[in-house]
Every structure is written in structure tokens, then in C-alpha cells.
């Protein structure tokens, strides 16, 4: 099976639709099903169910979908490593987060940097509808999550930053006219829900006012972008993080609170995952002290 048949293989399998798939991977349909067909020929049995409406893994296309993405991601590290390696790097720290608040962490990116010179750091940004999951799968060795995080299986390391959280809304939105606001104004208000775990999610979006009015919780999203049309229509208002200001549209306001906490962002990993690397980077953060921004 070649590199490309894999590529094909997975996306599909993501996108369970030969047209998308084609369109993705830069092919023409016909060649899609070309090498669909051809691997199944090859093993024997079919690893896809097609109908006119529908394309659904088959249960033995699923076991070799998981293996072949553990395949296809080992070969592209090795890859990254051997670029590394003829530019003088060696290691590869991968650093996950939600935030915009990259631009401000290079202080702390450069200091590491001064300690680790053979080591590349790698930005990869998540969401915040699994913002466990990438730590436990391996995509990332370490995130910058707000706290507080109660996982058994994560280690919280040193405070990063400390951010305001500021209420988005659609530009005609009446609390946009406003030079603050409180907590208590979401007592009614439609909110944006799709952050998890729920403990996690009351450090920024509380179910309740302080006076115990109820917040509802409306559309779903896991993503700031996927938010950006449910804010700009008026569907719904959320708290976010000040960071998001930087966004600079011209049809979502983002008003101050007055009486919310500060977010407090911190370093975590896989504590079975934790290495001399990861270490050495918390070392740095702690050294350097918590940004305020």
C-alpha cells in the first residue's frame, strides 16, 4: 500500500463522501474509487459501505482506518524528525492551546529557546470541546489550559498568563452599547455552550449568576470560529477571553466585565508522558513568571 492510498484511505474515512474526498486530496472522483476498490481487491473484503446517500466504514474498514492512522502519523514524525536533524534540531516540543495569546508567550518561547537551542517548539491550536483529548492521545506534549483542571491523569504545571474575560455579542447586540457589564446582565441571555467538562466550563461560563439567576445555554460550539456566525447573527452572547479582541471584527463587540474573575492559564501534561523536555519547559515558565496580558 503506497503513501497516497493511505492519504485516500483516511480521508475518506473522515469525510465518508467520494466528492469531498476528491476535492480535498486534489484527485478526480474516478481515482478515489479507483484505489478504494483496488486495496479492497488486495485484502479481500470491503472496507466501505457505499448507497446512493450514504458511505459508512465497514467494521473491518474501522480496524484498518485505527491502524492506519497510527502508521500514517509514525511516518510523518519520522519525517519531521529527519528535517530536524539536518537543520541541527533534535527534539520537538509541541505546544498546545486555545488562545491568541501566542504573540505574547515569545519571551518565554525565546528563553526556552537560550536553554534548549537543538529544540523546535511547535504551536498547535485545539479546541475547547475536548480540551483533554490531545494531551491523552499524544497530538500535543503539552497545553495551555485555564484552570482550574481536575483530570487524575494530568499534571498542572506553572501559571503561563492571566487574562480578563470579556462578553462577545453581535455588534447590534444592546449590551453593546454598554462601556461594561456584569455577570448578572447574563441572567436570561441565551450563552454559547460546547465547552466540557462542566467544572471546566463554570470557570468562565457559571450556570448561574451570583445572585442564582439561571444562565441559559443555547447553540453548541467547540471552536471560536464556529462561534463567529451564532455572535455576529445575534443567536447567542458568550464570555471569552480578551485575547479574542484581536479578532477585529467589525460585527461582534466585546464589552469589559467589571466583577469577572481574571482567567488564569497553566501549563499541563500527560503525567505518564512527561519527559526531561517537558521538564525543562515547565522550568522555564516558572523561572520567567505569569504574563499578565
Known amino acids: 500500500m503506497e503513501l497516497r492510498d493511505i492519504e485516500v484511505l483516511l480521508a475518506l474515512a ?110 498547535r491550536y485545539t479546541g475547547f470541546g475536548d480540551p483533554f483529548g490531545p494531551l491523552r492521545t499524544g497530538e500535543i506534549d503539552v497545553a495551555m489550559l485555564w ?15 492571566t487574562e480578563p474575560v470579556v462578553l462577545a455579542t453581535s455588534a447590534e447586540h444592546p449590551l453593546a452599547r454598554r462601556q461594561s457589564v456584569s455577570v448578572e446582565d447574563l441572567a436570561g441571555r441565551t450563552v454559547i455552550g ?13 450556570a448561574t449568576t451570583p445572585s442564582g439567576e439561571p444562565i441559559p445555554i443555547g447553540p453548541h460550539a467547540t471552536t471560536f470560529e464556529q462561534m463567529i456566525p451564532i455572535l455576529a447573527t445575534g443567536e447567542a452572547i458568550s464570555p471569552v477571553h480578551a485575547s479574542a479582541r484581536r479578532l477585529q471584527r467589525t460585527d461582534i463587540a466585546f464589552i469589559p466585565f467589571h466583577d469577572a474573575p481574571l482567567t488564569r492559564w497553566a501549563l499541563v501534561w500527560r503525567t505518564a508522558a512527561e519527559t526531561d523536555l517537558i521538564r525543562a519547559f515547565a522550568e522555564t515558565v516558572d523561572e520567567h513568571g505569569p504574563i499578565s496580558l
Not at 487524575?152 to 498568563?161: A, E, F, Q
Request: glycine share 8%.
Open 147 to 161: 484552570l482550574p483542571v481536575r483530570e487524575p491523569d494530568l499534571t498542572v504545571g506553572p501559571l503561563l498568563c
Open 194 to 206: 460546547g465547552v466540557r467538562p462542566a467544572y471546566w466550563r463554570e470557570a468562565i461560563i457559571p
Open 14 to 123: 473522515e469525510e465518508l463522501h467520494f466528492g469531498r474526498t476528491a476535492e480535498r486530496l486534489h484527485l478526480t472522483q474516478a481515482r478515489v474509487s479507483q484505489i478504494v476498490k483496488a486495496q479492497e481487491r488486495a485484502i479481500g473484503a470491503a472496507l466501505f459501505e457505499r448507497t446512493n446517500r450514504v458511505v459508512a466504514l465497514t467494521p473491518l474498514g474501522e480496524e484498518l482506518i485505527d491502524d492506519l492512522r497510527v502508521v500514517h502519523r509514525d511516518l510523518h514524525q519520522s519525517l519531521a524528525r529527519a528535517k530536524r536533524a539536518a537543520r541541527g534540531r533534535t527534539d520537538v516540543l509541541r505546544f498546545g492551546t486555545m488562545s491568541w495569546t501566542i504573540p505574547d508567550l515569545g519571551s518565554v518561547f525565546d528563553a526556552f529557546g537560550e536553554h534548549r537551542p537543538g529544540c523546535d517548539v511547535q504551536v
